[in-house]
């Protein structure tokens, strides 16, 4: 198979060859008249500016002569380098989310993480993907779910990252208690706070310890570790009371209804209700009646129709 080369390639070979040759000679040419020179310092800087001037023009013509052919490469190498990257976008991603990970030090091993909706532990992370063990709501516990979620990490550039308080670390713990019935707001505070340093007295100081190295160590000051109580009402008009505890993250859950079932059972709240007096169960006997007979006149009259 005879070897070929294109025209517009074998032409610009010979144009590239001719340039070379005619620089070299013109170099040689200009040495020799300047070595004619008797002051050695002043020659080795002309020779320096000939072969520094034959050099910028052997750039320039090489770059004047296959500029065509660099403009086609470049245009297949760009088309080239699309292609990888439209096929590869999605590793691109989550090699990028890994980085920013290691990077921005987000989480680690161990550490509980809202990601995209999923809330869970971290057991494994790698370039490509997260691994992390599904946990329930908070009002729902701490107990993992036994479900395996694994996420990858092109998640991390496009979605929140929240890190939670850890199971063995203190942190502010929040619910909301909605009362149907009518209560005085002093009473119901007092029965929080006395419900409250009940649960929390015998980690009080453990606590307060924790507090000053976590607001320390970030820089700024966080709530707790007093328990806080706010009253509000909801949109029905009912009185709702918005609490603040600061407790082990895992012994959350348990504080909670601790402090609920002490307030309820301090009002009196879901006790069993006190038997109706006469006139009260004569009148509720009276309007059953009523609805009865309601209830024959209609039926007749369908019948009838």
Known sequence: ???FIPSRIADNLTVTLVLIVGLLAC???????????SDPVALRRHKFKIRALCNVVLAIGLLVIWLSEIQDMMLSLTAVLVAVVVATKELIMCAAGSLLRFGGHLFKVGDRIELSGIHGEV?????????????????????????TVMLPNSVLLTGIVRVEAQPRHYAPHRFTLTLEQAQSPSRVIAAIETAADA??????ELAAR????????????TAGPQTEVSVATSDLGKLQFHVM???LAKDARACEQAILLAVLEELGIGAEKTPQRPAEAMLSELARQ???????????AKAAA
Not at 126 to 138: D, K
């Open 245 to 247: 505890v600061y407790c």
């Open 1 to 3: 198979m005879p070897f």
């Open 123 to 147: 057991i494994d992370h790698g370039l490509f993907s997260t691994t992390i063990v599904e946990l329930p709501s908070h009002s729902l516990g701490a107990a993992a779910t036994g479900r």
């Open 199 to 204: 649960a929390l007295t015998p980690d009080r």
């Open 27 to 37: 170099r040689m040419i200009a040495e020799a008249i300047v070595a004619r020179r």
């Open 210 to 221: 924790f507090h000053q190295f976590a607001a320390r160590k970030a820089g700024f000051d």
């Open 290 to 300: 009523i609805r009865e007979g309601q209830v024959g006149r209609s039926d007749k």
